[in-house]
């Protein structure tokens, strides 16, 4: 079992930068995929960025791709993205995710283990 405890978000003016981290325990996080994740007010919950458990392979969406970089550490068992040039719809709670098959994956459905997310507020 994987716990994942989210950290790093807060308020940022439109153009900022924003990183936010991801510790996990439990399990052995260097054999899991992770992704990030966010999920706005009444809206569904959608993907980010993806990266495999050796960091070779990411993915991203379309909508952050150029801003955001995924990266991991895999001996410090932590995940992180980094955020640049904000946007105001950037905003939304933040959700780091697992996924033990080791596979990165942009599907939402695929992850086994969830965070409890992290607030990025980007303001106008």
């Known amino acids: 079992q994987v716990q994942l405890v989210e950290s790093g978000g807060g308020l940022v003016q439109a153009g900022g930068s924003l990183r936010v981290s991801c510790a996990a325990s439990?399990?052995?996080?260097?054999?899991?995929?992770m992704g990030w994740l966010r999920q706005a007010p009444g809206k569904e919950r959608e993907f980010v960025a993806t990266?495999?458990?050796?960091?070779?392979?990411?993915g991203y969406a379309d909508s952050v791709k150029g801003r955001f970089t995924i990266s991991r550490d895999n001996a410090k068992n932590t995940v992180y993205l980094q955020m640049n040039s904000l946007k105001p719809e950037d905003t939304a709670v933040y959700y780091c995710a697992a996924d033990a098959s080791g596979t990165a994956t942009m599907a939402p459905n695929r992850y086994d283990y969830w965070g409890q997310g992290t607030q990025v507020t980007v303001s106008s």
């Open positions: 990266i495999s458990w050796s960091g070779y392979t990411t």
């Open positions: 439990g399990g052995t996080f260097s054999t899991y995929a």
